[in-house]
């Protein structure tokens, strides 16, 4: 798998659209690869609460939670950022809740999160991917605090959140992943000493991105 900076990926995201794979197939490409690394896991994730952003970060999330549901996993999402923001985001988000699967916002039932999670197997990280940069907010910390706290595996979904993918710079309060799955590439947060503790094991997958469609890197 190579390794390529956020534009690079952005291009070829762009490469892969034109060449009919839509960003909407590769965001559910990205989920399903999630759920499927969850469920074949030993044992196989049976409870998970899924922490999404207002990102299409979270809509990777989101499909994963749908496809976690179907398999029978009990699975909870967390708004950490309010409702989201992009179109295919929020398309994912209405298919979960159609489901059922409750659905809470971090501020508003903080208790609530904090319970469903004691019970749960794993948590899903999907609140910031490489559209992150900065620190993360205060606020957020209050979510990365409770999402990090008592030892369970965290999948985080292309970058632990509050971790540069470019520069691999870490924000105070940053995700500290059990396994990080870079979506299509390495970013560079991969591979860096200083973000590499916050990734855990690197998870790389292939999101059905065409070969073709890397050639800018040639
Ligand atoms: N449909 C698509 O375009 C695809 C996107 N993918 C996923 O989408 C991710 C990138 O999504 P996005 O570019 O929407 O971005 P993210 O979902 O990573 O970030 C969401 C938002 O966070 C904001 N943000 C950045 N730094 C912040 C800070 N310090 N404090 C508060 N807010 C901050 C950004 O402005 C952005 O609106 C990838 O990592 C990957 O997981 C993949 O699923 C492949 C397909
Ligand atoms: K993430």
């Known amino acids: 798998m190579k390794t390529v ?25 990205a989920g399903a690869r999630a759920a499927d690394f969850l469920l074949a896991q030993t044992p196989p994730a049976r409870s998970a609460v899924v ?9 990777d999330g989101f499909v994963a939670a749908r496809l976690l549901k179907k398999a029978g996993c009990e699975v909870t999402v967390v ?68 999402l990090n706290a008592g030892g369970r595996s965290i999948l985080a979904l292309d970058m632990p959140s509050g971790v540069s993918a470019d520069t691999g710079e870490v924000s105070p309060g940053a995700v500290r992943a059990t396994w990080t799955m870079a979506f299509d590439s390495l970013k560079p947060a991969h591979l860096l000493e200083k973000s590499i503790p916050f990734c855990g094991e690197i998870v790389p997958v292939d999101i059905g991105i065409p070969a073709e469609c890397h050639e800018i890197l040639e």
Do not use: W
């Not at 900076?5 to 490409?29: C, D, H, P, R, W």
């Not at 922490?51 to 809509?59: L, S």
């Not at 508003?108 to 749960?120: D, F, Y």
């Not at 490489?130 to 620190?135: C, D, V």
């Open 79 to 146: 708004l950490t950022d309010g409702l989201p923001q992009t179109a295919d985001t929020c398309r994912n988000l209405e298919k979960i809740q159609a489901m059922g699967i409750p659905v809470f916002d971090f501020l508003e039932e903080t208790a609530a999160v904090t319970a469903q999670l004691k019970n749960a197997c794993v948590a899903v990280d999907a609140i910031y991917g490489t559209g992150f940069h900065g620190a993360l907010r205060q606020s957020m910390r209050l979510v990365t605090e409770v």
């Open 51 to 59: 922490f999404a952003g207002k990102g299409n970060n979270a809509g």
């Open 5 to 29: 900076t956020v534009s690079q990926m952005k291009q070829i995201e762009k490469n892969a659209a034109e060449s009919g794979l839509s960003y909407t197939q590769m965001m559910e490409n």
